[in-house]
């Protein structure tokens, strides 16, 4: 059995508020994961309980499994990853380069919000999204923000194609 302990936990600027302990065994801990993963049978858009659709797009609804998006590396792990769930690879898909730098398909609407989402709202919000380099980009006289910029300028003028091998 695994625990949590019980203690203290501080939210913001709110009071501490009391957390008890926890008991869950291995199969509960995987059964968790297998269905958090979309990996249940009609879990991939919320489960079968919830509408879920076993090619995803039957009710309309985006499948959970695509909220972060599916990463796509090596080069077609995401039609797997989407067949694992019972789902296809359909319209209305982008693949991005997006979460760790790495190619994920997301639904093409949610590309807009998710960019303007991770864009750095300010200085200290953009160092700390990059802390392992922030005395690098302190030490470059340059913005944050300028210096995303130039990745995304530098990335967009070399992908202009699915990743491959030979490049």
Avoid: C
Wanted: cysteine-free; hydrophobic content about 50%.
């Amino acid at each position: 059995m695994a625990s949590v302990g019980a203690g203290s936990l501080a939210i913001g600027s709110r009071a501490a508020q009391e957390v008890k302990a926890v008991r869950v065994g291995r199969k509960q801990v995987l059964g968790y994961r297998v269905a958090a993963h979309g990996l249940a049978d009609g879990a991939a858009n919320g489960g079968a309980a919830n509408g879920g659709a076993a090619n995803g797009a039957a009710n309309g609804a985006v499948p959970a499994v695509l909220e972060l998006g599916v990463q796509d590396t090596p080069a077609g792990s995401g039609r797997l990853a989407f067949a694992a769930r019972g789902l296809e690879l359909g319209d209305g898909l982008a693949l991005a380069w997006t979460v760790r730098g790495a190619p994920h398909w997301h639904p093409a609407p949610a590309l807009w919000p998710l960019a303007q989402a991770l864009w750095p709202r300010s200085s200290t919000d953009g160092l700390a999204k990059v802390s392992w380099e922030r005395s690098r980009v302190l030490q470059s006289g340059v913005t944050i923000q300028e210096a995303l910029a130039t990745v995304v300028d530098a990335l967009r003028a070399v992908v202009v194609a699915r990743p491959s091998r030979a490049r």
